[in-house]
Every structure is written in structure tokens, then in C-alpha cells.
């Protein structure tokens, strides 16, 4: 369908790898493409474990198109892929573990509410391993033993399927850059602040393999329409990232959009702020869920929003309430003043602040 709709508006798709031949020039399919511009927007792929038996591992992408759940299930990594396909494992009657070095999960939100979350965890009988390190994986007849790493003694992990979510990284291996002369930064794009290659002015990137703003689908399309205006009418237009709110989607949801506590406090910022479990609110009670918690921080001075993070139901929808008061420098005050529908997760907002 999609396909059908480039076709009307006159653009042509090809199948295949793209590889960069010269600057201006790719190869897919054996068929040699040259062009003004080039967009790179090739996603991302699972990052390299660099472990024994890596090649036994599931990508998020192949669990999702399994058709059925196996007893136990042991996922690697403890961020968003790890925690949504967990709660989706669990709930769908799987006993998973999930393995984690670092010393808490989802580390992109804030600490106490992801502690809040997990509880949810325990209810559901997730397994969390944290502080602990993946050695290798070892396939032993229909099932699989992970090796693993904590405090100092080697565990063991059974499993009958084990799944990459340790994360991912720009899919650029394949385009062989350096045939363009597109320069690498710590293994991102080297681009300015348009987007475009800091060393081939023909390339610009958007999404993940940009690199430029946090790693999520709407910000890859704010990426396309700053890198297609630079193209066409000359570079003008900067990404602008103010304001992006991010979620897991586990059972209740975690958001977060602004600054976090820990930064806001490095930034010297004076401002007030609001936290609180509000598990007895009627919000959680009416829907029977036992985790539902906020932190709010507003500036003191200028009583903009600097941050909001919430877990609980509809999580995922009042976070963009914040995400546009943050865009657009509505104060909370303001907020405070709008009438929301009630009963909805909104109608909570001016008790947040």
C-alpha cells in the first residue's frame, strides 16, 4: 500500500541493501544509483552481546511473530524491550527472568517510580536479576542455559527461549560509509546541526541512524521533515527535541518528559516538587491497578514544567499534557486552571502540581 502511494507521487522504491559506491552514489541490487541527496535512515539493529552462543538469541522482532510461548522465558537486558515483553511474556502465563547488569532497570526514567513499577514485576512473578552479567548462552536439547555473573558467583539460568533486549544500535555496518567518506563519531553519523554529514554535504540522516535526538519513531519523522526541508530548500531548519515524551508500554505504562530530578539538580535549578504513591487514588482504584505514582517538578521562578514522570493507568496519554506544556511554555499554573474531563487520568494533573 504504501509502495502503491510512492508509485502516484512518482517516486520509485528498490529491493535490497543499499552500499555507498561513491559520494553521491549507491549500489542495491546490483543497480548503480546516483543522486543530489542522500537520506540514511536505515534503523537499528540488535547491538552485538559479544557473548558465547550469541547466535541462539531471539530479536525482539522474531518473539513478537512467534506463534506460540514457551514455558520459560529469559530475556537479556533490563530497558524497554526487556521490560514490555516481559509484562507481555508474564501475562501471557510464561515464567520469565529477566537478566540485568546495571544495578535497576529502565534506567532512562526516574528511580522511584521505576521502583514503584517494580512491584508490578513481583505480582506478575518476573523473575528481575539485577547486578548481574551474561557470560553465554548454551543450547542443551529443545532448551537453553544462560551463563550468568552476580556479586562475585557464576548462576545459572534455564530457559526454553532466550531473548536479545539488551538494545539496539544504528544499522550502518552494511552501507559501507567510508566509500562516501561519511564520518563516524563514537560510532554514530558525524552530522551538524542540519542533520547533514559533517563530511559529505550529499548525506543526511534521520531516526536512529541520525543519532541525533532520543531513539523514538516520532522523533524519526521530525528527523525526515527537518533533513527533507534542509535538502530541498537549502539547510534553515534545525531538529528541535524540547519537550519529547517517552514511554515503556508495560502493564501500567512508565513516562517521562523533561528533566529528570538528578539533572535538574546538577543544572543548579531552584525548583518545587511533587511525589507521591497515589495507589488509593480513585484513578488506580477504578481500574483495580496497585501501581500508580508521579513526580512533578516545576521552576520555582519562571513556574514552567520542568519535568513530569508518571507510572500508572493512562500514564501514556497524560504525559503529553506535560510534553505540551513543556513545548510550549505553559506554566503550572495554567494547568492548573484547565477543566479536564473527569473522571480521566487528566483530571489528576492539577493534584500533580
Known amino acids: 500500500m504504501k509502495e502503491a502511494a510512492f508509485a502516484r507521487g512518482g517516486i520509485d ?19 548503480l544509483l546516483d543522486a543530489r541527496f542522500i537520506l540514511v535512515a536505515a534503523g537499528a539493529v540488535p547491538m552485538r552481546i559479544g557473548i558465547p552462543g550469541e547466535e541462539h538469541l531471539l530479536t525482539s522482532t522474531e518473539f513478537l511473530e512467534l506463534q506460540r510461548l514457551p514455558e520459560r522465558v529469559a530475556m537479556l537486558g533490563g530497558g524497554y524491550i526487556a521490560a514490555e515483553l516481559s509484562h507481555i511474556a508474564a501475562r501471557a502465563g510464561a515464567r520469565v527472568t529477566v537478566i540485568e ?40 536439547g529443545e532448551a537453553f542455559s544462560v551463563s ?19 538494545g539496539r544500535v544504528p544499522d550502518l555496518e552494511p552501507l559501507d560509509l567510508a566509500a562516501a567518506g561519511v564520518a563516524l563519531r563514537n560510532g554514530r553519523l558525524e552530522l ?18 541520525a543519532s541525533s535526538g532520543p531513539p523514538l519513531t516520532p522523533v524519526a519523522s521530525h528527523d525526515a521533515r527537518v533533513a ?24 501500567p505504562p512508565i ?5 529528570t530530578e538528578q539533572l535538574a539538580r546538577e543544572q543548579g535549578l531552584r525548583f518545587r516538587m511533587k511525589h507521591l504513591d497515589a495507589a488509593g487514588w480513585y484513578t488506580a482504584r477504578r481500574v483495580a491497578e496497585t501501581v500508580y505514582g508521579f513526580k512533578v517538578l516545576v521552576e520555582e521562578a519562571s513556574e ?14 497524560v504525559i503529553n499534557v506535560f510534553a505540551l506544556a513543556i513545548r510550549h511554555g505553559l506554566s503550572a499554573q495554567q494547568l492548573k486552571d484547565t477543566i479536564f474531563a473527569y473522571p480521566s487520568g487528566a483530571s489528576d494533573i492539577g493534584y500533580m502540581l
Not at 148 to 166: P, T
Request: aromatic share 6%; charged share 20%.
Open 228 to 251: 527533507a526541508a534542509n535538502m530541498l530548500q537549502g539547510n534553515h531548519v534545525r531538529p528541535d527535541y524540547l519537550g519529547v515524551p517517552s514511554v515503556a508500554f508495560t502493564v
Open 148 to 166: 550468568a555473573s552476580s556479586n562475585g558467583k557464576e548462576v545459572s539460568i534455564e530457559a526454553d527461549l532466550v531473548v536479545h533486549a539488551a
Open 13 to 31: 522504491a528498490y529491493h535490497g541493501r543499499a552500499r555507498f559506491r561513491a559520494p553521491r552514489s549507491l549500489e542495491v541490487a546490483g543497480e
Open 255 to 259: 513516562a517521562a518528559v523533561g528533566l
Open 192 to 209: 551538524n546541526q542540519f542533520l547533514q554529514s559533517a563530511t559529505n554535504s550529499a548525506v543526511y540522516a534521520a531516526g536512529d541512524t
Open 304 to 317: 514552567r514544567i520542568l519535568g513530569a514522570h508518571l507510572v500508572g493507568p493512562h500514564a501514556d496519554e
Open 101 to 140: 547488569q546495571a544495578e535497576r532497570m529502565l534506567l532512562a526514567f526516574d528511580p522511584d517510580l521505576v521502583e514503584l513499577l517494580a512491584k508490578k514485576f513481583r505480582e506478575l512473578g518476573i523473575d528481575v536479576r539485577l547486578g548481574t552479567r551474561v557470560t553465554g548462552v548454551e543450547r542443551r
